[in-house]
């Protein structure tokens, strides 16, 4: 019940892009909408205990475009 999904949120985004990675770079997840965020399944199912990129891409209305990689960690 606690950090079910995972991604940004925000305000005033008028593009925005992020792709979840496995460690070996499978593309595993990705989503054009702040509202959609990433629930740690690829394909319908859970993916395993691990640590996986992701990738984050935003332009705002009065902040310009924003660029943020980083990892978080699934624990089952």
Avoid: C
């Avoid at 925005?16 to 054009?32: H, N, T």
């Avoid at 990129?53 to 009065?62: C, L, S, W």
């Amino acid at each position: 019940g606690l950090n079910e999904t995972f991604g940004p949120v925000g305000n005033e985004v008028k593009h925005f892009s992020m792709r979840i990675y496995s460690r070996w770079g499978q593309l595993l997840f990705e989503s054009d909408s702040l509202d959609n965020q990433w629930d740690g399944t690829f394909k319908g199912e859970k993916v395993q205990t691990d640590t996986y990129v992701y990738k984050i891409f935003a332009t705002g209305e009065e902040s310009g475009s924003f660029e943020k990689s980083g990892k978080v960690t699934v624990i089952i």
